[in-house]
């Protein structure tokens, strides 16, 4: 039992409180409900005035095949970011952790990635792969395969997801060694006893005492696909060719702000605000309860 | 069933630290033998060797007539129960138990036979099969721990101190328990302890480690009636032997701790160490209180232990007031600031070089 201790009345705790409630307020409480009400309304063609229409904005995107082409194409673009860098991340972690010399060198170097902006990876990544100056396309090009994610919208999407799991196999890769390390040794011991090679011993038993740390970062990498890509998608291919890689954060922005469909925007910024909330429950809730053996 | 000999195994980790210094040991078959040592004298290191976990640096490991210092630790017919239990955490413990039968190749039928087999004699009831280990006390989960290892059928069992994460009750029971099992099963068994009580208890033979030297390889009444250095005696026997300087006269007949009146040395004396400075041992339950008498050593009591069964009398004697401690049968009255007239039985006289802490005689 903790023990209550009771402090007369003050001032105090307020204070510094305070802060912390100015900075919620005016950063995340007023902009959400201010996209929470201008998604009710309907601007005119010319921003002179607007009109309380309550949902129709929220109708208008339901019937929209536009709209449901880039959730279907977020989909995809998180699951393959989430399982590429997730994969990656543990291949290296597994390695990682036999390494006995220089392992503090190895995962300095390996934490890289994750201090670059993402609009500078995305830059970084359009440059190796641009159709006429780009290494890698100048490579392919050399095997005789004509790469153009400029027009080939499947080739938009593989090189963003590249470009963004890039960037998350190193977060990846910490929470993964570490999860590797607080296994303790006598269990890999007693399966080297009982028979288990190295391969059957991190199928049996490594990989399932991993599953709360893979859980962890199974949300993680889903929320991270969902919002924080915008830069990458931004500096990479803007969203196209043709909607190809218009994911749904960044279709907000480009129907808000190069389109001007304030209302419609703010209705998919609260359709995204809500799947946030539920994969934060989701993960407050189950992350340590479910997946502990 | 097998033996297992060690010759000349010798331990030197890449950072030049040398873990074990040659041990010569050949365990007979259905042997219980128990190494035991402070932490650190390199007994786990020893037993990970024997294991297959950790590399021989030099020497011939073999078990049952087998060289195997280049055998993975599954080739070796051997089973271990580990300090923690080791147990998975994810898995049943039926599927504990199965984990390794499974990939031995074992049918169904026959890893469910063995699983109830090994139930049966560690008294593990069916619905404690489909628990998982933290489900369970931690009795049961060393149970579990040797049901793992006899599922196995092995050679030899290996033990890397099992009873050490258990209370001090559930200790002396599964101690029992293991010491019952291991002469029913008559499997060759290995076992690391720092506890000296359950090393004591449980071996055949024991062989005390000290900073990876074999001080002493035999039985327990070997080693508590003779042991060979000044460690072993120390080590073995609770509570721990008394140790004075003394001298043994020209003649090899008495031994004189400074100050005090000599004593004779049994067993017609010793001669060829005669005139030698030593140091004297003595058991504390080899020390009695006598009526005053001529030989009898003034011991002054500073702190007793009433054990119900015995006391244990703590105090000092002679000028250079060493420490002393007398086990007594049952209950006395006695009190600090007491000065006793203490006998030491010239029969149960241990006496070590000061140099090189071997015993004399």
């Excluded at chain 2, 650190?40 to 990970?48: E, I, N, Q, W």
């Excluded at chain 2, 504990?96 to 699983?115: D, F, T």
């Excluded at chain 2, 007949?253 to 004779?264: C, F, H």
């Amino acid at each position: 039992m903790l023990k209550n201790v009771h402090f007369g009345p003050s001032v105090l705790p307020f204070l510094l409180v305070l802060p912390q409630i100015v900075v919620t307020l005016v950063f995340f409480i007023w902009p959400a409900s201010q996209a929470l009400y201008q998604s009710l309304l309907l601007e005119d063609a010319f921003g002179l005035k607007s009109e309380f229409v309550w949902f129709r904005n929220f109708e208008a995107l339901v019937s929209d095949p536009l709209y449901w082409h880039s959730f279907k194409i977020t989909i995809v673009f998180s699951f393959l970011v989430a399982f590429l860098s997730m994969s990656f991340a543990l291949l290296l972690a597994l390695f990682a952790d036999r390494v006995i010399k220089g392992s503090g060198a190895y995962r300095t170097l390996l934490i890289w990635p994750y201090a670059v902006a993402p609009v500078t990876a995305g830059a970084l990544w359009v440059f190796m792969f641009n159709p006429t100056l780009g290494i890698v396309s100048y490579a392919l090009s050399a095997l005789g395969y004509e790469w153009n994610h400029q027009l080939n919208g499947e080739e938009a999407m593989g090189l963003v997801v590249m470009a963004s799991a890039w960037k998350q196999v190193a977060y990846n890769f910490l929470f993964f060694l570490a999860g590797l390390q607080s296994i303790p040794k006598s269990l890999i011991e007693a399966a080297a006893i009982d028979g288990a090679g190295p391969i059957r011993r991190t199928f049996d038993i490594v990989l399932p005492l991993l599953s709360p740390t893979t859980f962890f970062l199974l949300v993680v990498n889903i929320v991270y696909a969902f919002f924080e890509t915008f830069g990458v998608i931004h500096v990479v291919t803007s969203g196209g060719p043709a909607g190809a890689t218009n994911i749904l954060v960044y279709k907000v922005f480009s129907d808000g702000f190069v389109g001007l469909d304030l209302g419609g925007s703010a209705a998919q910024s609260v359709i995204l605000m809500i799947m946030v909330i539920g994969l934060t429950v989701i993960q407050f809730k189950y992350v340590e309860k479910r997946v502990a053996y | 069933m097998a033996r297992v000999v060690l010759e000349g195994i010798r331990k030197t980790y890449p950072n030049g630290f040398k873990a074990i210094h040659g041990v010569d040991v050949e365990i007979e078959d259905g042997e219980f033998l128990v190494l035991v040592g402070p932490s650190g004298c390199g007994k786990s290191t020893l037993l990970r060797m024997i294991a297959g976990l950790e590399s021989i640096t030099e020497g011939q490991l073999s078990i049952g007539d087998r060289p195997v210092n280049n055998l993975e630790p599954s080739e070796r017919d051997i089973a271990m129960v580990f300090q923690n239990y080791a147990l998975y955490p994810h898995m049943s413990v039926y599927k504990n138990m199965a984990y390794g039968l499974k990939i031995m190749g074992l049918s169904k039928a026959e890893i469910g036979e063995r699983v109830k087999k090994a139930a049966t004699i560690l008294e593990l009831t069916d619905e404690q099969l489909t628990r998982k280990p933290r489900q369970l006390s931690g009795g049961q989960r060393q149970r579990v721990a040797m049901g793992r290892a006899i599922v196995r059928e092995p050679s030899v069992f290996l033990f890397d101190e099992p009873l050490s994460n258990l209370d001090a009750k559930l200790r002396v029971q599964m101690r029992l328990e293991i010491k019952t099992l291991q002469a029913s099963l008559g499997i060759t068994s290995i076992y690391v302890t720092h506890d000296q009580v359950e090393a004591m208890t449980l071996g055949h033979r024991l062989m005390v480690l000290n900073a990876g030297n074999v001080e002493q390889l035999g039985t327990p009444i070997e080693l508590y009636q003779r042991p060979a250095s000044l460690f072993v005696a120390g080590f073995i026997g609770s509570p721990a032997m008394n140790f004075a300087e003394a001298r043994i006269d020209s003649m090899g007949k008495t031994i004189t701790i400074s100050g005090q009146e000599a004593l004779p040395l049994g067993d017609g004396g010793m001669a060829e160490h005669g005139g030698k400075d030593v140091i004297l041992g003595v058991r504390p339950e080899h020390l009695e209180l006598v009526a005053e008498a001529p030989d009898a050593v003034p011991m002054t009591v500073t702190m007793v232990e009433q054990l119900g069964a015995d006391t244990l009398v703590h105090g000092h004697f002679g000028e250079s007031r060493s420490d002393l401690t007398v086990r007594l049968e049952g209950i006395r009255n006695i009190k600090g600031g007491e000065v006793l007239p203490i006998r030491v039985s010239p029969d149960h006289l241990h006496v070590f070089d000061p140099k090189t802490e071997r015993r004399l005689s």
